[in-house]
């Protein structure tokens, strides 16, 4: 069942690549592993999947021991941080998509540890969406970009939730226009909904796991 879903997920991009004149191998596909057994993750790893994306530190600390071994494997932070986590963050992952203030960038640097980040941009009205207004960024790159172990790669965002892909497009489009305006190559923005206007708007990295492993259990 995964190995068709995974299958069908990879039509869909390749189709958007073709539309939007990209090539597939500028776009990341981040599986998406939360709220599934570590177990889950290594059968996506045997099929080729080699980037994870999970949104709880703590669920994934649980994990964590039991993936050691898969050499190559990347495991992406795309759920909120918040600083009292950093350290077991910083630990067990090697890219946090989500840093979104000074505070938190600067308690990354402390853990003299290599660490890729991006910065989660708040683009919605929505109270419960978490990240850095657009007008915060140049302050908020300054100071990542003064931390010797932190390497800033790029941007993130959580559009509002929309059955509707075209809907969710302009929001894709802005982050992509404040990437250009920052010099930031890589974009993470793109769900199992809506990855293809993700992908046209210039995605390098959707983050996928309904559409791979079905439907999670509700707490």
Sequence with gaps: MLAERLAQVEERIQNAVNRAGRKREEITLVAVTKKFPAQVTREAYELGLRCFGENYVQEFERKHPSLTD??????????????????????IFQVLETVDSE???????????????????????????EGAAPESLPALIACI???????????????PWCDDPEITRPYFR???????????AKLSMGMSHDLEAAIEEGSTHIRVGTALFGPRTKE
Excluded: W
């Design 70 to 91: 898969l050499t190559g494997a990347e495991f992406h932070l795309i759920g909120h941080l918040q600083s009292n986590k950093s350290r077991i963050a910083g630990e």
């Design 174 to 184: 802005e982050l992509a226009s404040l990437a250009r305006m920052h010099g930031l």
């Design 145 to 159: 970009r003064a931390c010797p172990n932190l390497r800033l790669t790029g941007l993130m965002t959580m559009p």
């Design 103 to 129: 505070k938190l960038a600067r308690r990354l640097d402390q853990l003299n540890r290599p660490l890729e980040v991006m910065i989660e941009v708040k683009l919605s009205h929505e109270e419960s969406k």
